[in-house]
């Protein structure tokens, strides 16, 4: 009687505590509204005789930070605390030419020219625009997915192998021959039947609890609720959201020209306010707001039902819970709710990398999700899709570091408590502005002709066509990035399409304030320098990415680097007078300081990572010769080979030229543009103009997408293979002595990588027949690491990361080094057969490791 009692008291309950905690949440956000916003000041200015007396600026609860602090002076035989005025704090910041802030345009609001004044939308502009922006049907398709035939096969087969595998733990249980095996079948056969029909019961109830856990409730009321929300919370941390009305007037034109062809969004994930903040702009811009795929680790109170409704559905990070044992049902469920959300006009929107970046740069692509899309264009089932890349970018990141996970530390799990107290952070915190920029689409069908134009040229018989596929469902060891749905021969052709995303995502990328800031000093300056300084370089910096590179911000370079300084902070940059009185600016004490700023820099790494390949091995060439000349030169050729071999160790850490592109052709450009920079020079462009020098690069781009004849065009596609012909090995390559400042930057971008893979190369010989646990060997190269930063045998603080020691476990696996394999869910290092048997042979792998770590000759610089 109590059992069942208890047992039903126990709904209400549960029920009435979630209520409670969403009231309580609802309460906070509206309080926190009323404290923060100008509500207060709205009312005073209503009713002047109350004489109420508002300070919009004041913090909640009048809780007031000091920010003034004396600065400290130090000489060689004194350290004196002053009373010297701090320099000008900046608040403030010009985003980039031709942008305009989201946040300050309401175009449904009324405040127009020729509205009348009785439109209340003048009155209350934000809840206009929120409920007078276009509303769209969002269609719910679970009952599509859930009465599609390729399901019910699905639960079939799931249930058929689950028997399978009982039946045969049941004969290995016995262990021993049945005499009467025939009388013992017969008898068998009705208590099978019982057994599958009870097995297949309880998969289809498994089947629906996934789509039910799985499917969006994306809605416009929600939609309209949030979008007024956040115009009012995102001020109070934000200064801006900003892109450029003419990226969002293309994505207009395209919806319209093409109205049944799905947009697919892919941005870059840095922080968990991206989608909700995509999915805002998309919103107030009149255009469909798409289905999001989301880790099911969001799905906590309160937000996780807040996010289903802003078009979020949830996925397992992890599909298949064994390892080896595909998860049939759920990978069925999830590719049939795509495929019936994109034919039902619904878009979509992924993150291509998985999770977020932890260090600041793209992450290697993920094709599970776009391996779907793309099948549903191959068998027909849409016409096509429009792919989107989008980059999103933050002056600083609202959702703190990841310190802790590149050191090795365990991450933390999200849960109510964490995101109400990061929401809580973040309102009482700034983190200036926030760049979204939306790429040129283009269609899944245009890039399959392309590629098929390519594989055509290089004689190549992988031609991609559109043809009627049904969804594989057997156990097939050919299946792409974690999916059953793609065929063997469409694997290139998914990995092209990730790759080009990410690419064009990357150099999409608008640089922001503290990006600039944080490169300089973790390049140029790594000992700090005086403001005016930092500023000129940041002048010199502004006019190398003119045209190749959005700028997030303009105007004087000394208020740009007085502004990033104070929003970055004292914990990562600190400033003082020295003894002629100028502000000097350096990088805080501390590893963890060196980390988090290599993440803010890691935004401009893509953009100069061929030229510091190129550059470092041009170094170490030179270190190389035995005997050195009078004007030290490289071979243009051998420069070239050797530094194919260097971009090959970077494959898991840098997307480094176009899947269209070859690497001869794009490291050609690299040395014709350190050529023009006055980084190297040829001994026919001594003396020669800059206009000839960039009439000869472009014949030379010109004669390379021509196709015509060079010394190259006997080269493989991955560069290792020449003719056997002989070749002039005279230099031809010469440094420029007035620009050893730009080479040690340059050599500077990647060496914190280099330091860190050839730390996990000498750590290899700890393999040497003893295999280890992944995690295990993480650790020790991560605190092996830590040792050589502190008695500064490793020079970079930042080589601390768990990321670049997987992405070189990766090459190495690759390479045949080591051998990773599952044991009971656990992955297992241990060197490959040729290493196992001869130690002496990591000797090689380390030696080339190293090639990629700068050098310098005759103490160079």
Not at 174 to 194: A, I, K, M, V
Not at 697 to 711: K, Q, V
Not at 763 to 788: G, H
Request: hydrophobic share 40%.
């Amino acid at each position: 009687m109590l059992a069942t009692l208890m047992s039903f008291l126990q709904g209400p309950v549960e029920f009435s505590l979630l209520g409670f905690i969403e009231a309580a949440s609802v309460a906070f956000i509206l309080y926190y509204i009323y404290a923060k916003t100008r509500t207060l000041a709205i009312i005073a200015g209503l009713f002047p005789n109350l004489n109420l007396n508002i300070n919009y600026r004041s913090t909640l609860f009048g809780l007031q930070k000091a920010h003034n602090k004396p600065l400290i002076t130090s000489t060689a035989t004194t350290t004196i605390t002053t009373t010297k005025k701090e320099p000008k704090r900046e608040n403030s910041l010009a985003h980039g030419i031709g942008t305009q802030n989201m946040l300050e345009l309401t175009p449904h609001a009324g405040r127009k020219p020729f509205h009348s004044l009785k439109d209340w939308g003048v009155y209350f502009p934000y809840v206009a625009q929120s409920f007078r922006s276009k509303k769209f049907d969002y269609p719910q398709v679970t009952s599509l997915v859930q009465k599609d035939p390729v399901l019910q096969r699905a639960i079939k087969q799931a249930a058929e192998q689950i028997l399978r595998e009982q039946e045969q733990q049941s004969e290995e249980t016995t262990g021993h021959e049945d005499l009467n095996f025939n009388e013992r079948q017969n008898s068998y056969r009705p208590h099978r039947h019982n057994d599958y029909q009870h097995i297949l019961q309880r998969q289809e109830r498994r089947a629906i609890k996934i789509l039910k856990e799985m499917r969006s409730t994306l809605n416009n009321f929600l939609l309209a609720f949030t979008s007024w929300l956040l115009y009012k919370l995102l001020p109070c941390f934000l200064t801006g959201v900003v892109t450029h009305t003419q990226q969002i007037e293309m994505l207009k034109t395209a919806s319209e020209k093409a109205p049944g062809i799905p947009l697919i969004f892919l941005p870059l994930h840095r922080s968990h306010l991206d989608y909700i903040l995509v999915t805002f702009i998309l919103t107030n811009n009149d255009i469909r707001s798409p289905l999001v795929a989301a880790g099911n680790n969001l799905q906590i109170p309160v937000f996780g039902e807040i996010l289903r409704g802003l078009g979020a559905f949830f996925i397992k990070r992890k599909i298949d819970p064994i390892v080896g044992k595909k998860d049939i049902i759920y990978r069925a469920v999830l590719h049939l709710y795509l495929q019936h959300a994109l034919k039902m006009g619904h878009n979509v929107e992924f993150f291509i990398e998985g999770g977020r970046t932890r260090t600041g740069k793209p992450c290697m692509p993920k094709g599970g999700i776009l391996s779907v899309i793309v099948n549903a264009f191959m068998d027909r089932s849409i016409p096509d899709a429009l792919l989107v890349p989008v980059s999103v970018n933050y002056e600083r990141l609202v959702d703190g570091n990841f310190v802790r996970e590149q050191k090795g530390e365990k991450k933390i799990p999200e849960s109510f408590g964490k995101a109400m107290s990061g929401i809580w952070k973040a309102l009482n915190s700034k983190y200036g502005l926030m760049r979204i920029d939306f790429n040129e689409p283009y269609s899944i069908k245009e890039l399959v002709q392309s590629y098929n134009k390519i594989a055509k040229e290089d004689g190549s018989m992988k031609i991609y066509k559109p043809s009627a596929r049904t969804l594989q469902h057997n156990q097939s060891t050919s299946s792409l990035y974690g999916t059953d749905v793609v065929c063997e021969e469409h694997r290139s052709l998914i990995e092209s399409i990730s790759r080009q995303v990410v690419y064009d995502c990357a150099a999409a990328t608008s640089i922001m304030s503290t990006n600039a800031l944080a490169f300089l000093l973790l390049t140029r300056y790594r000992n700090g320098a005086t403001d005016k300084e930092l500023a000129k370089a940041l002048d010199d910096l502004r006019q190398r990415l003119q045209g190749k590179k959005d700028l997030g911000f303009s105007g004087e370079s000394i208020h740009i680097i007085n502004y990033a300084t104070d929003l970055l902070g004292e914990k990562l940059v600190e400033r003082r007078y020295d003894s002629n009185n100028q502000l000097l600016i350096y990088v805080a004490n501390g590893i963890e300081s060196w980390i988090e700023l290599a993440y803010y820099s890691n935004t401009l790494t893509p953009h100069f990572a061929l030229q510091s390949i190129v550059l470092t091995t041009f170094h170490n060439l030179l270190l190389k010769q035995v005997n050195m000349p009078e004007e030290p030169g490289i071979c243009r050729k051998k420069l070239i080979e050797a530094a194919i071999e260097n971009c090959e160790v970077y494959r898991y850490e840098y997307i480094l030229y176009k899947p269209t592109q070859t690497l001869v052709q794009v490291l050609e450009s690299v040395i014709d543009e350190l050529i023009m920079q006055g980084i190297i020079k040829t001994e026919q462009t001594e003396n020669e103009p800059e206009s000839v020098m960039e009439s000869r690069r472009i014949a030379r781009g010109l004669a390379a997408y021509l196709g015509e004849d060079n010394e190259y065009d006997d080269m493989s596609d991955d560069g290792h293979d020449f003719l056997d012909v002989e070749q002039p090995q005279k230099p031809d390559l010469f440094l420029i002595s007035d620009t050893k400042v730009q080479q040690k930057a340059l050599c500077e971008v990647l060496a914190p990588y280099g330091h860190a893979y050839l730390c996990v190369a000498q750590s290899l010989y700890k393999l040497y027949q003893n295999s280890m646990l992944e995690s295990e060997f993480i650790k020790l190269v991560v605190k092996e690491l830590n040792t050589r930063v502190k008695t500064r045998q490793c020079p970079y603080a930042e080589s601390i990361s768990t990321d670049s020691v997987k992405n070189c476990l990766k090459v190495l696996e690759k390479w045949s080094v080591i051998e990773i394999s599952n044991q009971s869910g656990l992955r297992l290092l241990a060197l490959g057969t040729l290493y196992e048997t001869c130690r002496g042979s990591l000797k090689n792998i380390v030696q080339r490791i190293s090639d990629i770590v700068p050098y310098y000759a005759n103490n160079y610089f």
